[in-house]
């Protein structure tokens, strides 16, 4: 009996380090899915439907929604404001840089008690250039049917125009100021 407990004991814990090997793994699939659309939509303010489409399959419902009602939030704005202003997120808004990235590297997926991350090295300019950025973005994942999906991003660069905070509270202030917009 002992031999069969210790024989149970042995396989959980070797399942254990695979499943967390698949999920390691899995984590850094659905970062790379999700770079990857956004170097090919490379959306400037908040991505309009047709381009926000695109991001569908890797993001969750929830950041999704958030995109949506930026979005409509932007229209109302530019209506209200008679596009007399600039849109009240210009520029990339899934990373820290203005101008966005141009390549990126994963660094490490950890999953904790309170969230799942990946660190995601990011780089505007060719490699080794004198002018090149470089700096850290963390995205934040959540579970959903069974795929790992993109719902939130923590902005990391250090430089004084750069998005502070997390992609999900820029496009909450997004949808508060565009809404509460008034005709003039």
């Known amino acids: ?31 790379a ?7 090919e939509v490379r959306p400037s303010g908040v991505p309009h439907s047709r381009a926000r489409v695109k991001f569908v399959p890797v993001i969750s419902r929830t950041l999704e929604q958030l995109l949506a009602h930026a979005e409509a939030a932007e229209r109302h704005y530019a209506k209200v404001t008679k596009r007399q202003v600039p849109p009240l997120a210009e520029g990339d808004i899934f990373t820290s840089m203005f101008e966005g990235a141009q390549a990126y590297a994963l660094e490490r997926c950890e999953r904790g008690m309170a969230a799942t991350t ?17 700096w850290t973005d963390k995205v934040y994942l959540v579970r959903y049917n069974g795929r790992w999906l993109i ?8 430089w004084q125009f750069m998005h502070k905070g997390h992609l999900r509270d820029l ?11 008034l005709p003039k």
Do not use: Q, W
């Not at 899915?33 to 170097?39: D, I, P, S, T």
């Open 151 to 158: 719902d939130d991003i923590e902005f990391g660069g250090n």
């Open 1 to 31: 009996m002992k031999k069969y407990f210790t024989a149970i004991v042995i396989a959980f814990s070797l399942c254990g380090n695979i499943a967390c090997a698949d999920t390691d793994a899995e984590l850094r699939k659905a970062t």
């Open 33 to 39: 899915a999700f770079y990857r659309v956004y170097l």
């Open 171 to 181: 496009l909450r202030r997004i949808i508060r100021d565009g809404n509460n917009e």
């Open 118 to 134: 990946c660190t995601v090295a990011l780089r505007h300019g060719p490699p080794g250039e004198k002018n090149t950025v470089n």
